[in-house]
């Protein structure tokens, strides 16, 4: 299958400061990538779903303005958590979808745990 | 957020015996993937359906789409201690938006 790659696999950071995650496709060049969240013991929960080169589309109770999104290229996408607080420590796992009208299976990064202290 | 409703929630079986797990939904999807989530790490695909009525096979695992739409079928044969861990379903939209199950956890007594 394709690969997708997360980068950190894992931070702490202070409380009101920001954190930057990167989602890459590896070997495909994705037309959307999709970032969720989950909680332990929990289901994986759809934040927002971002195409390249425009405005990612925000789940109803996201907060836009809080959970920053940007897909520059086919193959990156970053989610920014502005001013966290410790309610936002969580795992954030991205996924991707290829190009191609028959690919429509989602792969999915290794998962960044955000702890916030 | 909207969850799909999957059963049973955990299981423990026996090393060697079969699994069967299922997702169902209110909603119609087009798509429905399976996955496995290991502890600390993003879901791997194990199985995607695209039509009604579709039966696919992975190894010792094999999968099927509802004729409703509204639900899938998940079964395990034989099943290993490595079996171990999270089963989601996730349906799909046109969209490619996959909306996802509350999760079956499943332990192997060897």
Known sequence: GAV??????????????????????????????????QFPKQSLMLMATSNEGSKATYEQGVEKDKFLINHASL???????????????????????????????A????GTRLTVV | GQQLNQSPQ?????EGEDVSMNCT???????????????GEGPVLLIALYKAGELTSNGRLTAQ?????????LNI???????????FCAGGFGTYKYI??????????A
């Not at chain 1, 696999?9 to 970032?35: H, N, P, Y």
Request: net charge neutral; hydrophobic share 35%.
């Open chain 1, 75 to 105: 193959t990156l996408s970053t989610l920014t958590v502005t001013s966290a607080h410790p309610e936002d420590s969580s795992f954030y796992i991205c996924s991707a979808i290829g190009q191609g009208t028959l690919n429509t299976e």
């Open chain 1, 107 to 110: 792969f999915f990064g290794q």
């Open chain 2, 10 to 14: 955990s299981m423990f079986i026996q």
């Open chain 2, 25 to 39: 939904s209110s909603s119609i999807f087009n798509t429905w993937l399976w996955y496995k989530q290991d502890p």
């Open chain 2, 65 to 73: 789409f509802g004729i409703t739409r509204k639900d899938s079928f």
């Open chain 1, 4 to 37: 997708v790659s997360q980068h950190p696999s894992w931070v702490i950071c202070k409380s009101g400061t920001s954190v930057k995650i990167e989602c890459r496709s590896l070997d495909f060049q994705a037309t959307t990538m999709f970032w969720y969240r």
């Open chain 2, 100 to 109: 996802f199950g509350t999760g079956t956890r499943l332990k192997v007594l």
């Open chain 2, 77 to 87: 044969s034989a099943s290993i201690p490595s079996d171990v861990g999270i089963y």
